[in-house]
């Protein structure tokens, strides 16, 4: 079982997807070599055992943070990686390298014997020559791939390299390659790349812009409204999306619960009184706020209507005369999906911004889905106001939660302030060392500073309404 990765089974192939629901190309491309016809002389079993065998590295990869672009490792740290996993193997959770023991225990690896892990590293050498062939039909830039050895020493003091040396052999490996090379993504996250340093870079918008969420959805199909509400509304992943079932949403007591065998959303942790297993497997809990939960379960009402008549538990089916009433996610090809469903997307998008576009002369940008998990973190930080409290927005930890992040840093990512509220909270501060008011009157004067946004922000809503409604000369 996998901690940091996702890997699913279609029509009996693997594919693995990151906690963004993004397909790791680089594992996806390997499996579809060794599965293509005349292509390889695998058989069925070494085929399964090399994907898994794989699908740990990445874990490992991931884990030992290696795989992090907020946080990219030396090609010194990275190469280092890479040699130790063989070691990692065999001591799995007793060794006595203090950093290999924290990741053995966080993925609960126990040690394994060197014939064991051979089975193990034939997968991972697989994976590193064919990644290298097809690195080499594709760009042609990809040079020796690194060859891992079961039989190393690890007594033995390893010969010490020039940086330049490491940088080298790191540039030239597989995993390397396929983490700096260019890849065609359809959404802003790109987790198998490293960034190459120099001077920080203001990060662009992500999340959908607020003003027109509901426009745009509302222009789609019963399907893809109840689909792209279930992302804004819920943060969930694309992967984790298409995977929702039907028996696990409850439109009378407006809750939503999606599997999580792999704790993502720290469903393991629940009270006695908050889990809930479904078939055996753990659930997690999907929280949505006004007035998104009411959209949500409109266009869910709408879509069980017209959804086709299915005897699967997966909610999202396909409606055209070739799969007519197949689970999306059992499709042949998740990209070619995540593809076509980015596509309707954009479309509705231009549709409904094309008059707007036309009068102010103004572009405006198109986004993916994920920009749906975006508006969803930014929507908890800075649109939910919790009872009690004299600022609007949740806490950081809180979102965490709520998005099934591992990592605070990740949350940083979708949930940052907006400067219109960075200054009233800085008003409010300023305004309270000045006065020494007590706690009901700041209240009320954070009341009239936060009436005071709203109406601008309704203000400006009001505008965009009345130019798209507007005749267009």
């Not at 936060?450 to 000369?473: F, G, Q, T």
Request: proline content about 4%.
């Amino acid at each position: 079982m996998l901690k940091n990765l996702i890997m699913s089974w279609l029509r009996g192939r693997p594919r693995l997807y990151d906690q963004h629901g993004e397909p790791v190309e680089a594992f996806n491309r390997f499996i579809a070599h060794i599965y293509r016809t005349g292509s390889t002389k695998l058989g069925s079993k070494a085929r399964k055992s090399y994907s898994r065998s794989t699908a740990k590295l990445f874990d490992y990869l991931v884990e030992s943070g290696m795989l992090d672009q907020d946080n990219p490792p030396t090609p010194e740290t990275l190469s280092n990686a890479l040699r130790m996993y063989p070691r990692f193997l065999i001591e799995g959770c007793h060794s006595d390298d203090l950093i290999l023991r924290r990741i053995a225990i966080a993925l609960k690896i126990e040690p394994i014997e060197r014939e064991s892990a051979r089975t193990y590293i034939a997968g991972v050498n697989k994976f590193l020559k064919v990644s290298r062939e097809l690195g080499r039909k594709r760009e042609n830039m990809f040079g020796q791939a690194i060859n891992l050895d079961i039989d190393t020493d690890y007594s033995e003091e390893e010969r010490q390299r020039s940086p330049q040396e490491i940088e080298r052999i790191t540039e030239r490996s597989i995993i390397a390659a396929n983490m700096a090379s260019p890849m065609k993504r359809t959404t802003t996250s790109a987790p198998l790349s490293i960034s190459r340093g120099g001077a920080d870079k203001p990060r662009e918008a992500k999340d959908f812009p607020y003003m027109y969420i509901e426009g745009v959805i509302e222009t789609c199909s019963p399907r893809n409204k109840c689909l792209f509400y279930m992302m804004a509304g819920g943060g969930l992943r694309f992967s984790e999306a298409i995977a929702a079932k039907k028996p696990l949403i409850n439109a009378s007591t407006r809750k939503i619960r999606i599997e999580d065998p792999n704790n993502n959303r720290r469903s393991h942790e629940y009270s006695e009184e908050s889990k809930y297993a479904w078939k055996g497997r753990d659930t997690a809990i999907i929280y949505m706020f006004e007035p998104l939960k009411k959209l949500f379960f409109d266009a869910y009402a709408e879509y069980i209507a017209v959804r086709p008549t299915s005897d699967s538990d997966f909610l999202f089916l396909y409606e055209d005369n070739d799969h007519y009433g197949e689970p999306l996610i059992e499709c042949s090809n998740i990209n070619n999906l995540n593809g076509t469903l980015n596509f309707q997307f954009k479309n509705a998008q231009r549709e409904y911004l094309r008059i707007i576009d036309d009068i102010t002369g103004v572009l405006n940008p198109v986004y993916t889905m994920h920009s749906l998990r975006h508006f969803y973190g930014m929507w908890l930080r800075n649109r939910v106001r919790v009872p009690g409290r004299h600022s609007i927005g949740l806490e950081l930890s809180e979102i965490q939660i709520m998005m099934g992040h591992r990592k605070l840093s990740s949350t940083e990512i979708y949930s940052r302030r907006e400067a219109e509220l960075i200054e009233l909270d800085l008003e409010l501060a300023d305004y309270l060392t000045a006065t020494r008011i007590g706690n009901d009157n700041l209240a009320l004067y954070a009341a009239t500073q936060y009436e005071r946004l709203a109406s601008e922000i309704r203000k400006n809503v009001h505008a965009a309404i009345a130019s798209r409604n507007s005749p267009n000369d």
